[in-house]
């Protein structure tokens, strides 16, 4: 049989009768289908799509009942409405006296219904015979004899209906011709005419021509016509009259030239469909080698550095801003022999607050920065700019320290090899807003951890967004070129679930003996309930042992919602009972390009608590950084 399951049940739960074929696979899809669709008053929908299965239903209101077939999408079960409704009449017939009495049938429940099955088997022979015969039934298409148009006749194309306007026409036509034959008798002209349909009209009687001779001026009269002039005769005394000159000959269309557009000759050079593995032109195999470089060298990520990393420099820069009026200027006027108040201290840290802000540091941690500094100010007496100097900066080092040191530490490495002594893959999903830079950041991620000798899986979890499986595709490429067997790609192609795609790269990850699995993600917005909603059911399911959210450097303080959105989203679609899985860590991109507005790792860290795992500063694999607090500090103080 075609169907997996066929079930009757009532609206309060009770199963009358169910044709067993594996009942408890289908129990997800059945609830989903009650609380989506049933408990919904869902009218306009028949049916309910469950993963690869089709769910059809109907709704028996009288009696409170809900018929159910459910068959694999792929099946094109043509017959299952009608199945259905037979099924329906036939049980409503048999049991219509049981299903009024509500008090017997809840005491009883489905032992009355146990000798359906035999009328359910006949039914379900007849709907599959009925289709079969459907589908041998071979239509066999109508001679031509048989055609409405072997009926019609060369006379019943040609003439109208009478009293129509062409009957009409055609008798002015007639009388035409009629003149024209009485005008060419009394000039005793043999030529024959051409009606203004181009039709012949018949030569009149008696004419000395022979029938060739009358062939030969019918041709030259109608290849006149198609010409738009007079017969021969006619136009040759015209020519005399008054000679016509030639119309200029239309030139022809000239083909185009683009420019830029090649040779044939350059044809070699643009054809890579003859390399070895499709796809590898010479800017690709550029790039592999360019990486070759880093092999072996990226095992220990660098810590971030700044510009000026060496006390004199930051000692010329803060001079150099003080000198031309910049913000850390405002900090000359404390300088003096009193003591420094709250009052003195007032406008100069506003001062500084605009400039956190404006360096994209979130309103509140600029505010604690500011606080900070206050604190290690207050009550002390400052002879010299210098001492100022110092004494502001190791505020703001200490204060920023505070900030970017998480409530937890992340050694990824650490703890890979801690899964791995318990034989199962350590679990990496990343997740942020469209466009941040999530499936570059991970082959970053992944040539770090082939660095370390460690294999790993990328799930394409991305199935939404054109081209990222083959972004992912190529990424694998790279880096198996860089270490020869150590990246797979587990892909199921668009529109899947990311969730089920997850568990079974999972699954296929603990079967190879694969160290890591990194899962993608596709980007979303922070208030797309949908999408979150499917975020979490992602990370629910798979459990991962470190969920990344990668952000962009340059946000601001939208990242500060970012953040607080998706950790949200996160924890109001656990499951009641469970600790709520949230977010574990941070990937900044695009650090190059931001210059000194570094605010952003202060704003995340200080909203989540947790670590700035990875910083990435560049596009190439070996451009992944450690945040350095040191750099941090010194590009605020810029």
């Known amino acids: 049989t075609m169907i997996e399951l066929f079930t009757i049940f009532g609206k309060g739960g009770i199963v009358l009768w169910c044709f067993q074929e594996g009942a408890q696979l289908f129990t997800e899809g059945i609830n989903n289908l009650i609380k989506e669709v049933i408990m919904q008053e869902r009218g306009d929908v028949t049916q ?113 209906r009478p009293g129509g306007k062409d009957d009409k026409k055609k008798k002015e036509k007639e009388k035409e011709a009629e003149m024209k034959k009485k005008k060419n008798a009394a000039n005793e002209s043999p030529t024959s005419a051409i009606d203004s349909n181009g039709s012949d009209v018949a030569s009149m009687p008696g004419s000395p021509k022979s029938d060739d001779e009358d062939m030969k001026a019918r041709r030259e009269a109608f290849f006149s016509k198609k010409k738009g002039g ?5 136009a040759a005394a015209a020519d005399k009259k008054s000679p016509v000159p030639e119309e200029p000959k239309k030139k022809g269309k000239a083909a185009r030239v683009w420019e830029l557009s090649g040779k044939n000759s350059d044809s070699a050079v643009l054809d890579y469909s003859s390399s070895k593995d499709a796809g590898d032109g010479p800017t690709e195999n550029q790039f592999v080698n360019e990486q070759r470089a880093f092999v072996g060298k990226s095992a220990a990520l660098e810590d971030l550095r700044h510009e000026s990393e060496s006390e004199e420099e930051e000692e010329e820069v803060i001079a150099a801003k003080a000198q031309s009026g910049g ?55 400052i002879s010299t700019f210098s001492r100022v100097n110092s004494e502001v900066k190791e505020a ?47 082959a970053k991620i992944t040539f770090w951890l082939n660095e370390n000798g460690h294999k790993v899986l990328i799930a394409a979890g991305d199935t939404f967004r054109a081209g990222a499986v083959e972004q992912l595709r190529t990424h694998t490429k790279h880096l198996n070129a860089l270490h020869p067997n150590s990246v797979q790609l587990y892909e199921q192609g668009y529109g899947k679930d990311a969730a089920e795609l997850a568990k079974a790269a ?56 970012q953040l607080v959105r998706f950790n949200q989203a996160l924890a109001d679609h656990t499951s009641p009972g469970e600790k709520p899985l949230l977010i574990d860590g941070m990937v900044l991109t695009k650090f190059d390009t931001i210059d000194d507005k570094v605010g952003a790792a202060i704003s995340m860290t200080y909203i989540t608590g947790q670590p700035i795992v990875f910083v990435g500063c560049g596009q190439t694999y070996k451009d992944l950084r450690n945040l350095n607090v040191s750099a941090v500090v010194n590009a605020i103080l810029k």
Not at 55 to 64: T, V
Request: with cysteine.
């Open 48 to 160: 309910f799509k469950h993963q690869e299965m089709t769910i059809k239903f109907k709704l028996d209101n009288e009696f409170d009942l809900v018929f159910i077939v459910v068959y694999q999408s792929i099946i094109q079960l043509s017959y299952a409405d009608k199945l259905i409704s037979e099924v329906e009449a036939r049980f409503r017939d048999l049991y219509k006296n049981v299903l009024e009495n509500k008090h017997l049938l809840y005491q009883k429940g489905s032992k009355y219904f146990k000798g359906f099955g035999e009328e359910f088997d006949k039914i379900m022979e007849s709907n599959m015979r009925s289709a079969l015969t459907a589908n041998q039934a071979v239509r066999v298409p109508k001679t031509f004899q048989e055609s409405a148009k072997s009926q019609k006749t060369i006379e019943s194309m040609i003439i109208s």
């Open 327 to 381: 913000w850390f200027s405002a900090f000359k006027g404390l300088v003096g022999n009193k003591k420094l108040t709250a009052d003195d201290m007032a406008p100069v840290l506003e001062k500084m607050k605009e400039n956190l802000i404006l360096k994209n540091v979130a309103a509140e941690p600029a505010d604690q920065i500011c606080q900070s500094v206050a604190k290690k100010l207050d009550g002390k007496v």
């Open 396 to 442: 703001v080092r200490e204060s920023l320290t505070q900030l970017l040191t998480p409530r937890r530490r992340v050694d990824i490495l650490r703890d890979v090899a801690h899964a791995k002594s318990e034989d199962r893959p350590y679990v990496i999903v990343f997740c942020g807003v469209n466009g941040v830079g999530k499936s570059t950041n991970l």
């Open 230 to 234: 007079p017969p021969k005769a006619a």
């Open 506 to 561: 999972i699954a296929i990850a603990q079967e190879r003996k694969i160290d890591v699995v990194l899962v993608d993600t596709a980007g979303r917005m922070q208030d797309n309930e949908p999408l979150m909603r499917a975020l979490s059911k992602l990370i629910r399911m798979n459990k991962p042992d470190l969920t990344l959210f990668v952000g962009e450097a340059l946000v601001g303080n939208e990242a500060v919602d």
